[in-house]
C-alpha cells in the first residue's frame, strides 16, 4: 500500500526564515511526486511534479527535491504570502491513476 | 479561461436529506476524481471516473453516489446514509493520456448539515 508522510504538520516562521517542509514516502514503483499549495477554504494548486531521484524545481522562493524515499520543499526566505497549506502526493506506476496525499503541513509566516 | 467549476460553494442540509454537488469541466479531461478533506485528515478519495460512464469506488464511497453522463460533468450526491456528511468537498480532474499527471482542482464545496 502506498504511503505518504509529511512533517511537520504545522511549522511557524518569522518572515526571510528559510525551512523544509518533508514528504516521505513508500511506493512500489513511482511515476511521480506531486506538491500542491493550498490556501484556506480554496481548492489545492498544483507546484511541481518531480519523477526520478535527484531531480529538482525551483518557483520563485520554493524549491523542491526528491531522493528514493523522501521529497523536500525547501522555502527560501519567506514571505507572509507564502503562508499555506503545502500537499504531497505521490503516483505509483501501474494502471491506476489515483494518487496518494499526505496530510500536508500547514505553514505560517509571520511579518 | 479553462478550469473546474464547483456548485454550490456552502451547503446547509438538513438530516435526512439528499444534496448534488456539481462539478464542471471545460479543459477536455478524461478522468474526474471526488475528495472529502476533513481537519487533520488529509485529502480522501470518494470516486472516481476514468471515462464517460464508468466510474468506481475510493476509499470512503459508502453513504455517496456520482454520475458521469458526460465527459464533462461528474456529480455527487451525499445520500441520508452518509453519517457524518459535514466537510469539505473538493472535484478535480487530470488528463491521463500524457506523462505528467497533476490534478486540477476546483474551488470546493463546504457541506454543512443540521
Known amino acids: 500500500e502506498d504511503q505518504v508522510t509529511q512533517s511537520p504538520e504545522a511549522l511557524r516562521l518569522q518572515e526571510g526564515e528559510s525551512s523544509s517542509l518533508n514528504c516521505s514516502y513508500t511506493?512500489?514503483?513511482?511515476?511521480?511526486l506531486f506538491w500542491y499549495r493550498q490556501d484556506p477554504g480554496k481548492g489545492p494548486e498544483f507546484l511541481f511534479t518531480?519523477?526520478?531521484a535527484g531531480e529538482e524545481k525551483e518557483k520563485e522562493r520554493l524549491k523542491a527535491t526528491l531522493t528514493k524515499k523522501e521529497s523536500f520543499l525547501h522555502i527560501t526566505a519567506p514571505k507572509p504570502e507564502d503562508s499555506a497549506t503545502y500537499l504531497c502526493?505521490?503516483?505509483?506506476?501501474?494502471?491506476?491513476?489515483?494518487?496518494?496525499f499526505g496530510r500536508g503541513t500547514s505553514l505560517i509566516v509571520h511579518p | 479561461d479553462g478550469g473546474i467549476t464547483q456548485s454550490p460553494k456552502y451547503l446547509f442540509r438538513k438530516e435526512g436529506q439528499n444534496v448534488t454537488l456539481s462539478c464542471e469541466q471545460n479543459?477536455?479531461?478524461?478522468?474526474m476524481y471526488w475528495y472529502r478533506q476533513d481537519p487533520g485528515q488529509g485529502l480522501r478519495l470518494i470516486y472516481y471516473?476514468?471515462?464517460?460512464?464508468?466510474?468506481q469506488k475510493g476509499d470512503i464511497a459508502e453513504g455517496y453516489s456520482v454520475s458521469r453522463e458526460k465527459k464533462e460533468s461528474f456529480p455527487l450526491t451525499v445520500t441520508s446514509a452518509q453519517k457524518n456528511p459535514t466537510a469539505f468537498y473538493l472535484c478535480?480532474?487530470?488528463?491521463?493520456?500524457?506523462?505528467?499527471?497533476?490534478?486540477?482542482f476546483g474551488e470546493g464545496s463546504r457541506l454543512t448539515v443540521l
Open positions: 478535480a480532474s487530470r488528463e491521463i493520456s500524457g506523462i505528467t499527471g497533476e490534478l486540477f
Open positions: 511506493v512500489s514503483g513511482l511515476r511521480g
Open positions: 518531480l519523477y526520478s
Open positions: 502526493a505521490v503516483q505509483a506506476t501501474g494502471g491506476s491513476y489515483i494518487p496518494t
Open positions: 479543459l477536455n479531461h478524461d478522468a
Open positions: 471516473s476514468q471515462i464517460v460512464n464508468d466510474f
